[in-house]
């Protein structure tokens, strides 16, 4: 696992540009998260693909979790989330869990079996809440766990309310599974802001354990961390990874 610590959340979306830039030329598979975490790098691709002929012509994108009973078409759906934050803008077909399907646990089969069918995922970009959780796996998920439906906790409702004006927060959400995440080749988790300090330290030096799902990462061979200051703050190894970061030899890249 390589942790970077930025001194931005803006220097924190360059970098995770940087990483995804090359998968991007590649013409690659990629996982898409939404939240509010890796709007600086979506928008720096978007920056790229304009101003720089960034094609994503060659991608496919597949979304790591949406609400239950909200349509695509809702304001608050991944789904339209990730239209209007990048793929509209860059000319990206990106397929998500379908969360109003009569029958979950067929759509969470069946959403396994397309990314299976794509050959998998090259590059996986992962938010992390509060509570650990990476796409809506809530303590306690098994770390094999594949694409199902969850109940959030209270602290996860709670952060996502900002999001839904007047509107309540679906309680229950389809998720790849920690499983499922890990088969991505490359995972880079992205977490901005001291809201975020604590799951992060658990997450990258705590104990791997289902209490906080982001610790299944440390299973992963191929982990890119990125990090501003803020979130930075409780991580016990964070001289380390500076030093790491500042000796990287321009071949090694990430
Ligand atoms: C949400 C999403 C996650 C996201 C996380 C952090 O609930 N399901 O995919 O990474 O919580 O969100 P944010 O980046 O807005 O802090």
Redesign the pocket.
Known sequence: MEVVITATPREAGLLVADVLEDYVRAGATLGL??????EPAYEELVRRHGEERLDFGACRAFL??EYVGITADHPQS?RRTIRWMLADRVGLAVAGPDGTAADLRAEATAYEEKIREAGGIDVQL?????DG????NEPGSSLSSRTRVKTLTEQ?LA??SRFFDSETVPHH?L?QGLGTISEARHLVLVAT?A??ARALAAAVEGPVSASCPASVLQLHPHVTVVVDESAAMRLEHAGYYRFAHEHKPEWQGY
């Open positions: 998260a939404t939240g509010s975490s890796p790591l979790d991944y992962l938010g992390l809440g509060t959780h990476v796409g809506f996860t952060d996502n959400v998720t802001g809201g975020k």
